[in-house]
């Protein structure tokens, strides 16, 4: 018999009992999904891990950040200055290039809302946007972004505790860093963290144009800097010197904490913990894997017992028991790469949604994204016709072996 | 006319626990090409056994079984198989048609394991269809069809691969006087149409008489053996 005609009749076999057919598909695709789920944040993560880190054979600098974390964190101390800059260049030659960097977004800080001191988290505008919604009043425009106008947005929940409804707060007034701005919008509140698990720039208290915060002396200092290290100079000792040095010689070090954040060593434990995981789930999903097989197997020996008859018949119209093995395992194989198959697409998915939640796990702005490599899609496709093959060539045999007479009479 | 199969001395017995039960004794006869047969008998006189043999569907019997120039007797399981799909096409007192194709697939079956294909097959599965009078019942299930509808199916699928002989187990056993009647008649417009010989099992004494020849069986042993014009 030809194979087209032998998978065709497979497929009719399997129709002809879908429950039956679906509920052994159904255990080998949760196995499979499981197994690609897995496979595939953990690939991601490797992946991020080298994008992130840089490939150290090609890229000649590699980008650490040092931190500044005032002790009184209302207090109007900044961790660098211009004069921190040129003693860390001359101390490190190894630093190529270093800055400070200003940050535009959740920048925490004092400032008074109505007559209420306190320290609000305020992110700067650069260009209008509607990302975030303004349900009272008006959102700030490009002209007035590039104007510098003295306007602001509030957030709800701030404009409720101080004025009771976000009605009552427009055209009130909010002062930061000493300067006066004119509240023409309120937004609703946002999460912390976006659906890619970055930290979300519209879940600060208070936006405002970018232009004109920061002033040319405020320009001169900040709380966190950028540097540009050589790559085989080991960037990350160096930071970890820096940041010594810093302790010692900084011009705020009294005043706070400055730190060095090690991705890659972050990024390292985490992986570490995931490979942990691929295996602990790899284990289990080759259990679960096991005993959808045994389903398979249970499916097809009732099904063989069932079908005696059309074994028989089929014998007696010329099959050879070769024709009636192929044809039982065919079906066996025909479920669980099916199962397989579904299990590649699920699992797919499901790594693509999960991937996400773990960067905050991470945090410092490091995404992960699940990567489906094609070595997935060949476990997937592998393993399960294996599992068909492994656990169908019993029942198979079966269904070749029946004795005709005794079928027929 | 030349001879189609040729048995000598068969005999076979089964084991049933630790009885010994000798259902076919030293079984001789020749068949012609071309002949139309009835073997009858008591129910347990051996006459299913032996069909069973001549129809290549057993192949554990003693004594020699000869089918054109082939030493049937030496043959291995597998090339039974081919055997069968291209020499002998079987009726069965239950039609025995699978429930769950439809009435074309059905008589595909035995052209799709001579390794046609599906689209291939289709032509010759509506002339056969033609020839037991079932034309335009392609789509049809077998479970929606009366008996002999059904019985014609079967016969349909039997002759599918234009077989030397067709082998027939009681074909009318489970229909009707009258539709017994035209089955009856639709085997011999075969037989002298197509000149397919065919061996028919029955107990019907109305069937046997129809038959040029007919070989009684009692116990396991061939009593009679008679020839006649028809």
Do not use: C, W
């Given at each position: 018999m030809l194979v087209s005609e032998l998978i065709k009749s497979a497929f009719q076999a399997i129709s002809t009992n879908k429950k039956r057919s679906f509920l052994t598909i159904l255990g080998i695709a949760i196995g499979i999904a499981a197994v690609i789920t897995i496979l595939g944040i953990g690939d991601g993560v490797s992946q991020t891990m080298r994008k992130n880190l840089g490939n150290n054979a090609t890229k000649k600098t590699q980008t650490t950040e040092i931190d500044y974390t005032p002790d009184d964190i209302s207090s109007a101390t900044h961790g660098f200055t211009a004069d921190d800059l040129t003693n860390i260049q001359q101390k490190f030659p190894e630093v190529r290039k270093i800055k400070i960097y200003h940050v535009s977004h959740n920048i925490t800080t004092h400032g008074s809302v109505g007559l209420n001191d306190g320290t609000y988290s305020v992110t700067l505008l650069k260009k209008a946007t509607s990302e975030m919604k303004v349900i009272a009043g008006k959102n700030l425009s490009q002209s007035q972004l590039d104007a510098a106008n003295k306007v602001a947005l509030i957030k709800e929940s701030i404009a409720k505790k101080n004025y009771g409804t976000i009605q009552n707060?427009?055209?009130?007034?909010?002062?930061?860093?000493?300067?006066?701005?004119?509240?023409?919008?309120?937004?609703?509140?946002?999460?912390?963290?976006?659906?890619?698990?970055?930290?979300?720039?519209?879940?600060?208290?208070?936006?405002?144009?970018?232009?004109?915060?920061?002033?040319?002396?405020?320009?001169?200092?900040?709380?966190?800097?950028?540097?540009?290290?050589?790559?085989?100079?080991?960037?990350?000792?160096?930071?970890?010197?820096?940041?010594?040095?810093?302790?010692?010689?900084?011009?705020?070090?009294?005043?706070?904490?400055?730190?060095?954040?090690?991705?890659?060593?972050?990024?390292?434990?985490?992986?570490?913990?995931?490979?942990?995981?691929?295996?602990?789930?790899?284990?289990?999903?080759?259990?679960?894997?096991?005993?959808?097989?045994?389903?398979?197997?249970?499916?097809?020996?009732?099904?063989?017992?069932?079908?005696?008859?059309?074994i028989g018949i089929r014998l007696a119209v010329g099959a050879t028991p070769q024709n009636i093995m192929t044809q039982f395992l065919l079906e066996a194989v025909s479920l669980t790469v099916i199962g397989g198959l579904i299990g590649f697409i699920s699992g797919a998915g499901l790594a693509h949604l999960i991937a996400p939640l773990l960067s905050s796990?991470?945090?410092?702005?490091?995404?992960?994204?699940?990567?489906?490599?094609?070595?997935?899609?060949?476990?997937?496709?592998?393993?399960?016709?294996?599992?068909?093959?492994?656990?169908?060539?019993?029942?198979?045999?079966?269904?070749?072996?029946k004795n005709l007479i005794d079928i027929l009479r | 006319m030349t001879k189609l199969i040729e048995v000598n001395k068969i005999n076979k017995s089964y084991r049933s626990g630790t009885n010994l039960t000798h259902v076919l004794h030293d079984i001789s006869f020749k068949i012609e090409d071309g002949e139309l047969v009835a073997i009858i008998g008591e129910s347990g006189s051996g006459k299913s056994t032996l069909i069973n043999i001549i129809g290549f569907l057993d192949s554990e019997f003693e004594g020699e079984y000869q089918f054109k120039d082939l030493e049937i007797h030496n043959l291995s399981r597998k090339q039974y198989s081919k055997l069968r799909n291209q020499n002998v096409?079987?009726?069965?007192?239950?039609?025995?048609?699978?429930?769950?194709?439809?009435?074309?697939?059905?008589?595909?079956?035995?052209?799709?394991?001579?390794?046609?294909?599906?689209?291939?097959?289709?032509?010759?599965?509506?002339?056969?269809?033609?020839?037991?009078?079932?034309?335009?019942?392609?789509?049809?299930?077998?479970?929606?069809?009366?008996?002999?509808?059904?019985?014609?199916?079967?016969?349909?699928?039997?002759?599918?691969?234009?077989?030397?002989?067709l082998i027939a187990d009681e074909p009318t056993g489970a229909l009707d006087t009258k539709t017994s009647q035209e089955i009856m008649d639709l085997f011999k417009r075969l037989n002298k149409e197509n000149g397919t010989t065919i061996i028919m099992v029955t107990h019907d004494p109305r069937i046997a008489k129809e038959c040029q020849r007919v070989i009684e069986i009692i116990d396991g042993r061939v009593v009679n053996d008679t020839r006649r014009d028809i």
């Open positions: 707060a427009l055209g009130t007034t909010v002062n930061i860093e000493d300067k006066t701005y004119t509240v023409v919008g309120v937004y609703k509140n946002h999460g912390m963290y976006t659906n890619l698990g970055d930290v979300n720039k519209y879940s600060a208290d208070i936006l405002v144009p970018k232009k004109g915060y920061y002033t040319a002396e405020s320009k001169k200092t900040g709380d966190v800097i950028n540097m540009k290290i050589l790559t085989n100079a080991n960037p990350s000792k160096v930071s970890k010197k820096i940041e010594k040095y810093l302790k010692k010689n900084g011009t705020a070090k009294n005043q706070g904490v400055y730190q060095y954040y090690d991705t890659e060593k972050a990024l390292k434990q985490f992986s570490t913990v995931i490979n942990i995981i691929t295996a602990l789930i790899s284990f289990v999903a080759g259990i679960s894997l096991f005993i959808a097989g045994i389903g398979v197997m249970n499916m097809m020996y009732i099904s063989v017992s069932e079908r005696t008859q059309e796990q991470v945090g410092n702005g490091v995404h992960i994204k699940a990567h489906i490599s094609m070595n997935a899609f060949v476990l997937a496709f592998g393993v399960s016709t294996l599992i068909g093959i492994i656990f169908g060539i019993l029942p198979a045999k079966q269904a070749a072996n | 096409g079987f009726v069965f007192q239950n039609f025995k048609l699978l429930r769950e194709l439809s009435v074309a697939e059905n008589v595909a079956l035995p052209l799709l394991y001579a390794g046609k294909s599906r689209s291939e097959v289709k032509q010759r599965i509506s002339e056969l269809l033609e020839m037991v009078g079932l034309s335009g019942y392609e789509k049809q299930l077998p479970k929606n069809m009366s008996g002999g509808q059904q019985q014609r199916v079967s016969i349909a699928r039997a002759i599918a691969t234009n077989p030397k002989f």
